[in-house]
Structure formats: structure tokens, C-alpha cells
């Protein structure tokens, strides 16, 4: 169940239908989720709890870019293709999601997805696909290796624009957040129709987090959640010590992919997506020195765009929109209420899974966070 299932209303916006990224038209997400073995960690046999999460924008993403922009909160991670965002403005490839040390092979297998159909001729296509990573190490056989190229095409197969699969799904099958399962989450913000009413959706792939600055809606829930226990070696009492391999290098991260149907250019797009950070710290995130923060945001506004080879076929202009700057709080306050319930739908969408060596990461149920916020309150 969602956070809103449980009677809990992040923030003052409106849901989108889905309340999901893909109640942007076009957009679609699909999982690839991959669970095998379970005792003691043997590298390159298990167990396994990782996967892949791919985030398909409208149309063929290869030939029709969308504009798009980044920010970094904190750069312990890997989002590939940043550069070329950076410089062109533009999106040109799908986004996926995957463990840390499966970015190179999901990265070659989205290169393989562009070149399906697309017939050799005098110039060889070229790419750089977007990739981004969080650590699963905790609950995962991360030096195994095990996803594969088929799993990546697989989640292309499995990419649909309906309701989303949150939490322990895709690329978030071995995910931690603030010391509970975690995992993939998503939400959306519609704005008024006076506003412009457009929408804002966010996918998350949530991995960050220390469990006593946890907060929902401002209130510190997670300061009353100790019989819930932590991931990592158990003490006497049945609980974490904190000093385990949730507590190691690498351990934090969080992905958060913004989109949106405004008509916003580039740095428009990179304004939206530094404000997806005020909504991971409304939940506790700090941007830790071992966490890396990656955002992306893109703008599906603006069609008909090409990538920008240098032909006879290429237009000198393109017709464009653009979101009058004295109208673009309302999505900054979209993109931090998705965010920031995006989260919280990861981890109430998690399942408790056990992992490596026996770590169990536990999930939080709805009905635990209503006790908590009422706790705490008080």
C-alpha cells in the first residue's frame, strides 16, 4: 500500500490519475527483478537481490530528444551520460536504473536497444545512454555480476504507462532507506489549470538515508521507530549495532528522475531538478559524504526536436515554448512534494527481505508510520 492509502497526505498538491511519473503522457517504466539464493555471500552465485528499472520518454527518445538538465547533491555515484545533457540540453536515450557495479553492461545494453532496427548505412549511429546506480551491496552479491544484457531487455519489454511497481522491484530489489527497505517509489503534482495545469511526475530509486533524521510531512517519525530493527550484524537485544555493512562506504545514494509536460528549456529543467533536493531533505537526507545524489529532469513540452546531426535534413530553427519564469514555483513545490512522497511510497511499498549472510533489511508498514507520526507529534 502507498502513503496515501494510509490516510496520509504529503504536502497541499494534487495527485496525478496514477499519482506516478507516468502520468506524463508517453512516459513508461518497467522492471526487471531479479531474486536468487539466500546464507552465506559466494561472489559470482548469490544471493542475488538487484535488478534493472528503465524510464522510457515519449516517442523514440533516440530520434525525437526531450530537453532536459541535472544537478548533483552529492557526488558519490554514477549517472552516465551527464555530460552530453549538460552541453546539448537535450535527452537523447532512456533512462536506466541499475546497482552500482552494473552500470557498464546496462549501459551497453541500451546502446543495443538503439541500434535495434536501425539500419547500417554510410553513418554508424552513436549514442550516450543516461545510467544511474545506488549500492546494494548490503543485501546483494554485488562483485557477482549477475545482471545480464537480456534482463535490461527484458524491463524495455516490460515498460508499460500504467500504475508502477514501488519498492522492492527493478533496480530496487536490494535497496535500504533510512534503515528500512527501500527500493524504487513514485508520485506526481498536477497544477491548477489557472497555473497551467501541468504535470509533474518523479521516479525514485531510494538507497540513502539514517533512520534517526527519517521525517513525514516535518514530523520525526523516525525517532520512535527503534523496535524496528536496522539492517547489519544483530545485537543481544535482536537489533542492528549500526556498524555493519549498512554502515560502510558506498552505503547511501539516492536517483531521482523528474518529468514533466511544461514547455521548460534546458536550464528550466535544471532548476526543477536541484529542487528535487529539498524534498529528499524533507524526509532526512543530507547529502552524506558517502551518498551519491544524482537528479535528472526532462521536459516533454517541446516536440519535434532533432538530436542535432549535421545533414541537409537538418532545420535551421525550431518553433519553441517556454514556461514564463514567473510562473515556475508552482512546479519547483510539485517537484519537491513528489520527491519527497516518492520516498515514502518506496518504503511502505517495500517487502522485509532477507539478503547476504543472513541481513535482513525490514520493511515499514503504513500502519507502523501512522503510530509513529502520532507518537511523535504527541
Not at 498538491?13 to 517504466?29: E, K, M, Q, S, Y
Not at 558519490?76 to 552500482?100: D, I, Y
Not at 547489519?232 to 558506498?250: I, R, Y
Request: proline fraction near 6%.
Amino acid at each position: 500500500m502507498r502513503v496515501r492509502d494510509h490516510g496520509i497526505a504529503i504536502g497541499d498538491g494534487t495527485p496525478g490519475p496514477l499519482n506516478a511519473i507516468t502520468d506524463i503522457a508517453g512516459v513508461r517504466v518497467g522492471h526487471t527483478t531479479l531474486i536468487q539464493g539466500s546464507g552465506p555471500l559466494m561472489v559470482g552465485r548469490g544471493p542475488v537481490r538487484t535488478g534493472v528499472t528503465v524510464v522510457l520518454p515519449p516517442d523514440d527518445i533516440w530520434d525525437q530528444p526531450v530537453f532536459a538538465g541535472a544537478h548533483r547533491l552529492n557526488g558519490n555515484g554514477e549517472m552516465t551520460g551527464l555530460e552530453w545533457v549538460r552541453e546539448s540540453g537535450m535527452l537523447t536515450s532512456p533512462v536506466a536504473l541499475t546497482n552500482t557495479h552494473s552500470v557498464g553492461v546496462v549501459r551497453d545494453a541500451l546502446l543495443a536497444e538503439m541500434l535495434v532496427g536501425r539500419a547500417v548505412g554510410p553513418k554508424t549511429p552513436w549514442a550516450l545512454p543516461v545510467v544511474a546506480e545506488t549500492w546494494d551491496g548490503v543485501l546483494n552479491d554485488l562483485n557477482g555480476f549477475h545482471v545480464r544484457p537480456e534482463h535490461v531487455r527484458a524491463a524495455f519489454k516490460a515498460a508499460a504507462d500504467g500504475p508502477v511497481a514501488e519498492g522492492a522491484v527493478g533496480a530496487g530489489t536490494g535497496m535500504i532507506c533510512h534503515g528500512f527497505k527501500g527500493g524504487i517509489g513514485t508520485a506526481s503534482r498536477v497544477r491548477a489549470g489557472c497555473e497551467g495545469g501541468h504535470t509533474v511526475g518523479v521516479l525514485v530509486l531510494a538507497n540513502h538515508g539514517q533512520r534517526h533524521r527519517f521525517a513525514v510531512n516535518g514530523v520525526p517519525a523516525g525517532r520512535v521507530l527503534d523496535d524496528v530493527p536496522l539492517p547489519g550484524p544483530a545485537s543481544g537485544d535482536g537489533h542492528a549495532d549500526g556498524g555493519g555493512p549498512a554502515a560502510g562506504a558506498g552505503a547511501g545514494s539516492i536517483i531521482v528522475i523528474v518529468a514533466t509536460d511544461a514547455p521548460l528549456l534546458p536550464h528550466q529543467c535544471t532548476r526543477l531538478a536541484q529542487r528535487a533536493g529539498l524534498g529528499v531533505a524533507r524526509v532526512g537526507g543530507l547529502g552524506e559524504h558517502t551518498s551519491g545524489d544524482l537528479f535528472l529532469c526532462f521536459a516533454t513540452g517541446n516536440r519535434g526536436m532533432t538530436p542535432g546531426e549535421i545533414d541537409e535534413k537538418s532545420p535551421h530553427t525550431f518553433p519553441l515554448a517556454m514556461l514564463a519564469d514567473a510562473h515556475i514555483t508552482g512546479l519547483f513545490e510539485a517537484v519537491v512534494e513528489a520527491t519527497e512522497e516518492a520516498i515514502v511510497n518506496a518504503m511502505l511499498g517495500a517487502t522485509t527481505t532477507e539478503g547476504r549472510d543472513g541481513i535482513v533489511a525490514y520493511a515499514l508498514t503504513g500502519e507502523r508510520l501512522v503510530r509513529a507520526l502520532a507518537q511523535a507529534e504527541r
